[in-house]
């Protein structure tokens, strides 16, 4: 008889009573991570943001992710000094490379959906803000 030590396969039903408040200033599903699947190199997560809502500058430290915009129109910043902007809108699919620095945020009117991975299985690990581009980017 062998051992096996891989985590068993998981399913997940997002639930408005399984999310957790994000250091990007958003609030996420509890999806596939360490924590909750034994995840060793992805993590995914829904994310819904509010007509209005917008992320703190951020980056994650040699962590890429993509996502997939189910839902709205966001308008994302990202560089060095967030000088790059870009729309995303419902079925486009964005990557963003590990250590970019970039600040997503929703002008409405209506709320934007997106699936979001991420080669961190923490997720919130890597999350590095940046305060000091906040004032580079005026909605």
């Known amino acids: 008889m062998t051992s096996d030590t891989r985590p068993p396969c998981r399913k997940l039903r997002p639930s408005a009573d399984h999310t957790y408040a994000g250091k990007q200033g958003f609030s996420y599903f ?4 360490r924590e909750t699947t034994g995840a060793h190199a992805i ?5 819904t943001i509010p007509p209005g809502g917008r992320a703190k500058a951020h980056k994650h430290a040699t962590h890429e992710t993509a996502i997939f915009m189910l839902e709205g129109t ?3 910043f990202w560089g060095d000094a967030l000088e790059h902007r870009m729309e995303v809108e419902a079925g486009d699919l964005l990557y963003i490379p590990a250590d970019m ?6 002008p409405g009117p209506g709320p934007a959906r997106a699936v979001i991975a991420r080669t961190d299985p923490h997720e919130q690990e890597s999350v590095i803000l940046l305060p000091e581009l906040e004032a580079l980017v005026a909605d």
């Open 43 to 47: 993590c995914m997560h829904l994310l």
């Open 101 to 106: 620095p970039h600040l997503p945020f929703n």
């Open 74 to 76: 966001t308008t994302m």
């Open 30 to 33: 509890e999806g596939i991570a």
